[in-house]
Nanobody, 128 residues
Framework: VQLQASGGGLVQAGGSLRLSCVAS????????MAWFRQAPGKEREFVAI??????????YYAEAVKGRFIISRDDAKNTVILQMNNLKPEDTATYYC????????????????????WGQGTLVTVSS
């Protein structure tokens, strides 16, 4: 599986960016694709995942981005999109797309080790 992330850039605080991640190669469900981010000197952290194709599941977000970020999917294009609104300087990080080869249990969706494939990352810089 190859994951290609794009859409990062430099934006002022309060602005918006839209990240896209396209999966290719071996088939992977977009319901098993998530976004993580890693700021300089910090550990990689979970951002969002959209599980809405799975019964009883829905989209999940890190507390820090709830109400500002929206994750959506285009299953026909094997694409996951992260719409980031009202960006803050603390959102500055390299954003990574990740995919699991099989459904991730709810208790483990925020764990880096739950995901088998990773994209190259796209840098988001938010200036104050």
């Amino acid at each position: 599986v190859q994951l290609q992330a794009s859409g990062g850039g430099l934006v002022q605080a309060g602005g918006s960016l839209r990240l896209s991640c396209v999966a290719s190669g071996r088939a992977v469900s977009t319901s098993n694709m998530a976004w993580f981010r890693q700021a300089p000197g910090k550990e990689r952290e979970f951002v969002a995942i959209n599980r809405e194709s799975v019964p009883r599941y829905r989209a999940y977000y890190a507390e820090a981005v709830k109400g500002r970020f929206i994750i959506s999917r285009d299953d026909a294009k094997n694409t996951v999109i992260l719409q980031m609104n009202n960006l803050k300087p603390e959102d500055t990080a390299t954003y990574y797309c990740a995919a699991a080869g099989s459904p991730v249990l709810y208790w483990f969706i925020t764990a880096v080790r739950s995901y088998d494939y990773w994209g190259q990352g796209t840098l988001v810089t938010v200036s104050s």
